[in-house]
């Protein structure tokens, strides 16, 4: 199963989902070097949304990651409502879904500061502001998120430095 990160995005926007980029694909559009495997998005959690990325994980095929194959998992809105936080396994690689990642209060926070990338192929996406993700991965105080906390820093100096010469020249 090949990993296509922009394809599932892309599935994503078709269906209109509401959604913010978090999590290492993130880290790797604001210029982290760390690969990652996945994809994680802050979803919002009302109704119409949730009917529509039902219908987008359908169109990926999405079954439930980590978990045995014998669980039943329907995949529409209702189980999407109960819970919060979802692994899925999709034709086009591992997506997670967060609907309050920690250190944030959800979508509506992530997408008020988010920054829109153009990822090529006519996807463009929101992704979340540089500084939330640096709080996420504080928050989630995983090994590596502590590592990668270190590596988001360098990462916002760069930015401001090259804002700083940008405004000096």
Same mark, same amino acid.
């Given at each position: 199963?090949?990993?296509?990160?922009?394809?599932?995005? @892309?599935?994503?926007?078709?269906?209109?989902?509401?959604?913010?980029?978090?999590?290492?694909?993130?880290?790797?559009?604001?210029?982290?070097?760390?690969?990652?495997?996945?994809? @994680?998005?802050?979803?919002?959690?009302?109704?119409?949304?949730? +009917?529509?990325?039902?219908?987008?994980?359908?169109?990926?095929?999405?079954?439930?990651?980590?978990?045995?194959?014998?669980?039943?998992?329907?995949?529409?809105?209702?189980?999407?409502?109960?819970?919060?936080?979802?692994?899925?396994?999709?034709?086009?690689?591992?997506?997670?879904?967060?609907?309050?990642?920690?250190?944030?209060?959800?979508?509506?926070?992530?997408?008020?500061?988010?920054?829109?990338?153009?990822?090529?192929?006519?996807?463009?996406?929101?992704?979340?502001?540089? @500084?939330?993700?640096?709080?996420?991965?504080?928050?989630?105080?995983?090994?590596?998120?502590?590592? +990668?906390?270190?590596?988001?820093?360098?990462?916002?100096? +760069?930015?401001?430095?090259?804002?700083? @010469?940008?405004?000096?020249?």
């Amino acid at each position: 199963m090949a990993f296509d990160p922009i394809g599932a995005l @892309d599935v994503l926007q078709r269906h209109r989902v509401r959604f913010v980029v978090i999590g290492g694909l993130a880290g790797r559009l604001w210029g982290s070097p760390t690969m990652t495997n996945d994809v @994680d998005v802050c979803y919002a959690r009302d109704t119409l949304n949730l +009917e529509r990325l039902a219908a987008a994980l359908v169109e990926l095929g999405a079954t439930l990651r980590g978990v045995d194959d014998d669980v039943p998992f329907l995949l529409d809105a209702m189980p999407l409502e109960r819970g919060q936080n979802f692994t899925f396994m999709t034709v086009l690689g591992p997506l997670d879904l967060l609907g309050l990642p920690a250190g944030v209060r959800g979508f509506d926070d992530l997408a008020a500061n988010a920054t829109t990338f153009d990822l090529g192929d006519g996807v463009t996406v929101p992704v979340c502001d540089l @500084d939330d993700l640096i709080r996420m991965k504080r928050a989630a105080a995983r090994p590596k998120d502590r590592v +990668e906390v270190e590596i988001l820093a360098a990462v916002r100096e +760069e930015l401001d430095r090259r804002r700083r @010469d940008d405004r000096s020249s």
